[in-house]
């Protein structure tokens, strides 16, 4: 039986070995469409996913992970990546989508100032916010964006760097959804930071603007892959109510 939520969130591991036990590829397909419907900064869904159960192409992303146990004995691995510069292309697909969602005669006041605002920030807010030039339109926006919050509240993160963060943060919410999927069926996973990211973004043969979030190892637990009981800091540390 798949668990609940909080089961999933209680039983969710970083499992640093796996058994040599086949998982199910359908299954781990279906998490990734879960890890697709995840928070998304702007509904731009700059992300893609790469599930790799090639034999060969596991042993390459295993050596790019310094051979590190839980990309090594992983049966699948999943490859979170980042698409900032498909910003342009994703924008144009919300417009399409709201096209078709209005495409409709005797559209109501209430639906025709939805979809004309919605439709603007599509075609002048994202524009303004991810466009740039080697860093120096976002260095001028920056500097424009923090006079004007000198007299109104406005949002500041407009250099390239911060268009960049926007994007890893989206894709770790994505992951979050997959590695939450994976522990409802009892599958493992272990997210992983380290790795040669060029030499995978290599062997992925991935375009110059795909950058790694992170890899993901799956698999089911081996009992020596749980190093140890969850330590947390206390919640009262960390919890504030304002």
Not at 3 to 22: F, M
Not at 111 to 129: C, D, F, G, S
Not at 215 to 242: A, L, N, S
């Amino acid at each position: 039986m798949e668990k609940t939520v909080s089961e999933a969130i209680a039983y969710r591991r970083s499992t640093r070995v796996y058994k040599d036990e086949i998982i199910d590829t359908n299954k781990v397909k279906e998490c990734l469409v879960n890890a697709s419907l995840a928070p998304t900064s702007s509904n731009l869904q700059l992300w893609e996913f790469y599930h790799i159960t090639n034999k060969d192409v596991l042993e390459k992303v295993a050596k790019a992970c310094f051979n590190q146990s839980a990309a090594k004995t992983a049966q699948q691995l999943v490859v979170v990546v980042t698409r900032k510069d498909l910003w342009r292309q994703r924008a144009k697909a919300n417009i399409a989508f709201l096209n078709k969602v209005y495409d409709k005669e005797n559209l109501t006041e209430r639906e025709e100032k939805r979809k004309k605002m919605a439709t603007n920030y599509y075609k002048k807010l994202i524009p303004t916010v991810y466009a740039d030039f080697f860093g120096v339109l976002g260095i001028l926006k920056y500097i424009v964006f923090q006079i004007v919050g000198l007299f109104k509240p406005i949002y500041r993160q407009v250099r390239q760097s911060d268009m960049r963060i926007v994007a890893h943060k989206s894709a770790g919410l994505a992951a979050q959804n997959f590695m939450t999927s994976m522990a409802a069926i009892g599958y493992d996973t272990c997210p992983m930071e380290g790795s040669d990211t060029l030499r995978v973004k290599r062997i992925l043969n991935l375009p110059r603007g795909a950058e790694i979030n992170m890899i993901i190892g799956c698999g089911i637990r081996d009992e020596k892959g749980i190093y140890g009981p969850r330590f947390r800091v206390e919640f009262e540390d960390v919890y504030f109510e304002v």
